[in-house]
């Protein structure tokens, strides 16, 4: 008889989650895409595409779509959440109860609890094992089979290697990686700093202004995963470094294009009326901030994107404060 196919549940059908979808049927599994909208999911399973996040690429037969949580959790090996942070925990409280592990494929900072994805977790399912998975990936990019790189982080040893051998692929390389906290911290910074370098650009400040900034953003987010318990080292990989220099150059980064909009004078309100995806800078700007004035880390570019997302701030004044700064050592 043949083996029966290994399963994993995808929870979240926007363009990561299908993309994710595609991606672990491409190395050879069943999938389960949940999305909470039943009509959503009966035209998905009709037309085998996504045509609202991820238009022009075909689901695999693979993947089965549903909006039953219950039945996609029922059988897979672990699943990944793929759910805007602002959203994750009611998400995964309404999952049904369980120990199966979770994979989290968010990047962010809650408002209000100033928690992280995986601590989120830990307050909703102490149980369940939990690992993070983050890197500098274009979710049309990966849909596609394109060459990526991406890290897998969990404290817990079994998770991270499972997960890794059922996701990896030739094309999808998967690094583990045994610091969750320096991994989140860095999907969360690297967002709101692409704020900042989009808005350099947008204000039409130049090449040589996106570099400082970005290369003092990246020192913002190493000086916080450090005082949140995070290493160093972990600020320079795919997590970190990587994944700010594909969000503050790349032409499909939501949030840079987001800061370009708004150093041109478009309104936040405007700008994010007409877009259909999250730029999860946005509601982790304030959030990423209070975290670190907690920890008492001062991130002066991350408040500055802050600022001027709340009307505190115009881009003059954010320009202004930042290039007035005491000069110091590097």
């Not at 059988?75 to 369980?98: I, M, S």
């Amino acid at each position: 008889m043949p083996q029966a196919r290994r399963r994993i549940a995808v929870l979240g059908a926007g363009a990561w989650g299908t993309a994710l979808a595609l991606q672990a049927a491409r190395a050879g599994n069943a999938v389960a895409l949940w999305t909470r909208d039943p009509a959503r999911a009966a035209a998905m399973a009709e037309s085998r595409e996504n045509e609202r996040y991820l238009p022009g690429q075909p689901l695999s037969a693979a993947i089965e779509v549903t909006a039953d949580a219950t039945a996609a959790l029922d059988g897979a090996l672990f699943a990944l959440v793929v759910v805007p942070v602002q959203h994750l925990r009611a998400a995964v409280a309404a999952l049904p109860p369980g120990g199966c592990p979770l994979v989290v494929c968010a990047k962010g900072v809650e408002r209000g609890t100033l928690c992280l994805p995986l601590e989120i977790l830990e307050q909703l399912r102490p149980e369940a094992p939990a690992a993070v998975l983050s890197g500098p990936n274009f979710a049309h990019e990966v849909a596609r089979g394109l060459p990526a790189a991406a890290v897998l982080a969990s404290r817990d040893t079994a998770l991270r290697g499972l997960a890794a051998e059922l996701l990896g692929t030739a094309g999808f390389r998967l690094y583990g990686g045994d610091d969750p906290m320096g991994v989140q911290v860095g999907g969360a910074a690297k967002n709101v700093i692409a704020i900042a370098a989009g808005a350099v650009i947008g204000a039409g400040l130049g090449e040589n202004a996106r570099a400082a900034l970005v290369t003092r953003g990246l020192a913002e987010l190493s000086r916080l995963t450090v005082a949140l318990g995070g290493r160093a080292e972990t600020a320079a990989g795919l997590s970190g470094l990587g994944d700010l220099l594909l969000t503050t150059t790349g032409p499909g980064s939501r949030n840079t294009s987001l800061g370009m909009e708004l150093a041109r004078g478009t309104p936040l309100e405007a700008v994010l009326a007409g877009r259909v995806g999250v730029a999860e800078g946005v509601a982790t700007a304030p959030a990423l901030v209070a975290r670190a004035a907690a920890a008492g880390v001062e991130l002066p570019i991350c408040a500055a994107v802050a600022e001027l997302l709340a009307g505190e701030l115009t881009m003059g004044q954010a320009m202004g404060r930042l290039l007035s700064r005491p000069r110091r050592d590097e």
